[in-house]
């Protein structure tokens, strides 16, 4: 279980500071899938970048009642758009570089994977495409064994591999205890993916419901979220007849 | 199993281990290991090699001071050379003052790679990233440090050994009742 | 094993309730028989792309209704006793015949109207033999 209490981060720089995160509550139980969204500058990055620690914040992050440390960070894995790989190796030798930090290492998993997406072992990472860069990002991720997946927009770029295969691998392969925190704007692409999709506005968690419900209630997700986002489906037209109200 | 697939398979184990063994000690000698992961070293390398060899180059200058030295504890009476007497030759430390400041381009640049390590992760991609959520302690630390450290390590070793011969040499010339 | 492979997933109705669909309409055109093996959650939600929670969801109730019949820890088969594939049959097409009847209410038409309609397309899908779905 990880559990995020009363998270909140500020950025100080010319203007001041920014609350980047301000007083964030969330509770994952282990084999979720959830989606993650809201506007760029809302918060999600830093939230991630926070549970993994690679940043000072206020509040509490607990991984099965224990704060991130040495012992428990190899339960929590990382893909991002910026890309944590070695441009200058190989994936073999990311492999080995795994296997040697990480005892999880899931072996198998990994080549189903490079194979699946026809992935070369032997060429060196900076030498891929932007998409074949994307694919092996998220693949460390999920080979690392670890319990708790986090993906900060991990198919942002000029991609042109089928991600939809890509979810219906995940979820073949996916066990019952792993979860995935997925952070993306390709809301309607991860609709039927995810189970759960919570919502951060200006560094709030705004919204948290389950996409069954959503399902029962007959919303998609992309409606959930203008509601919550308060967006006016009329604006268009205002501006349109502002615009044209005017004879140009 | 049949006892020679057996013992084929006890051997094959052996030399898997030795192998492994020896993989493992080589790691010591293996460069990588001591860089960054990925990091191409050979450029660093050579330069360190470069700034150490024009610092010895230049620290070639003790001959000729070496040589002035013992010229002065002579005279020349009848077109022959004696020794002058109650001559003292310069201290070897003499000789070679302001040496030290030969090799600190090198330490100064060595110092300045640990740094250019470090932004190495945060180059083309955030590796700072991966490094940042490995288990074990210090690892970028000691792969920013270890690099530039062996180069120190190894240029004391070298210039330790070469000044030593350089004292041998000024024993050897300087007479012995002239030596400080 | 029941093959969904030719399902479909459509945007108009929540997905637990189209994979429901999609197991009764195989079982009322005899398609799904007694004691066949209902795929994994894992495996279908892979097939389909879509979450297991909602996979969960309509083998829940499918279990409820006793449609299909899960032992401990292994693997679900499905329930089609004597008499079931009529019961179906009776679900869907009453399910179907409100759509219709809902319909047809809200777009103004009275009962006669409506029959009389129906009838005629009734008889030209006879008289023509053209399939339904070209309608």
């Known amino acids: ?248 | 199993m049949r006892d020679a697939d057996r013992r084929k398979l006890y051997s094959r184990g052996r030399f898997i281990k030795k192998a492994r063994a020896a993989g493992k000690l080589t790691d010591l000698w293996n460069p990588e290991k001591l860089f960054p992961p990925g990091y191409e070293y050979e450029w660093e390398r050579n330069s360190v090699v470069l700034l150490f060899g024009i610092g010895v180059g230049l620290s070639l200058q003790f001959f000729g001071r070496l040589y002035q030295a013992a010229e002065v504890l002579y005279e020349y009476t009848d077109r022959r050379r004696v020794l002058r007497e109650d001559a003292i030759a310069a201290s070897f430390g003499h000789l070679v003052t302001g040496h030290w400041g030969l090799y600190v381009p090198l330490v100064l640049f060595l110092t300045a790679m640990m740094i250019y390590h470090y932004s190495y992760y945060y180059r083309v991609t955030r590796s700072i990233y991966l490094m940042r959520r490995l288990p074990r302690r210090g690892v970028v630390f000691k792969s920013c440090v270890l690099g530039p450290l062996t180069g120190l390590g190894m240029a004391a070793v070298v210039l330790a050994l070469l000044y030593l011969l350089y004292y041998g040499i000024y024993v050897l010339v300087i007479p012995g009742e002239c030596l400080p | ?135």
């Open chain 1, 1 to 248: 279980m990880l559990e995020i209490k009363g998270l909140r981060k500020i950025y100080y720089g010319k203007l001041g500071g920014v609350e980047a995160l301000n007083g964030a509550d969330l509770t994952v139980g282990p084999g979720e899938i959830i989606g993650l969204f809201g506007e760029n500058g809302a918060g999600k990055t830093t939230l991630l970048k926070s549970i993994l620690g690679f940043q000072s914040y206020e509040g509490k992050v607990l991984l099965d009642g224990e704060k991130i440390n040495r012992g428990n960070i190899g339960r929590l894995s990382f893909a991002t758009c910026e890309h944590s790989f070695f441009p200058n190796l190989t994936p073999l030798s990311h492999r080995e570089f795994y296997r040697m930090h990480f005892g999880t290492f899931r072996d198998k998993r990994f080549e189903a994977l490079m194979d699946f997406f026809e992935l070369p072992m032997r060429k060196v990472l900076k030498s891929y495409s932007t998409g074949q860069k994307n694919q092996f990002e998220v693949i460390l991720a999920l080979c690392q064994g670890a319990d708790y997946i986090l993906m900060d927009e991990p198919f942002a770029g000029n991609d042109i591999f089928n991600r939809e295969d890509f979810y219906k691998v995940l979820l073949g392969i996916l066990e019952p205890q792993e979860t995935i925190i997925l952070s993306t704007h390709l809301i309607e692409e991860v609709e039927r993916f995810v189970g759960r999709a919570v919502l951060l506005r200006k560094g709030r968690i705004v919204g948290d419901v389950t996409t069954l419900e959503l399902e029962e209630q007959g919303r998609s997700l992309k409606e959930y979220i203008m509601e919550i986002y308060g967006y006016r489906p009329d604006r268009v037209n205002k501006a349109l007849g502002d615009l044209t109200d005017g004879g140009y």
């Open chain 3, 1 to 135: 094993m029941i093959s969904f492979e030719d399902f479909i997933l459509g945007d108009d109705c929540p997905i637990y309730l189209q994979i429901i669909r999609y197991v009764k309409q195989g079982i009322a055109a005899g398609a799904i028989g007694d004691q066949e093996e209902v795929p994994s959650r894992r495996a279908l939600s892979a097939l389909l792309g879509v979450n297991p929670n909602t996979i969960q969801k309509a083998y829940h109730m499918l279990e409820e209704e006793g449609v299909i019949v899960s032992r401990s820890g292994a693997k679900s088969y499905t329930h089609v006793g004597v008499g079931t594939v009529e019961r179906i049959r009776r679900e869907l097409l009453t399910e179907d015949t409100r759509t219709w009847v809902t319909a047809m209410k809200q777009l103004g038409i009275s009962r006669e109207e409506a029959f009389v309609l129906a009838e005629g397309i009734w008889r030209g899908e006879a008289g023509k033999g053209r399939p339904e779905s070209e309608l």
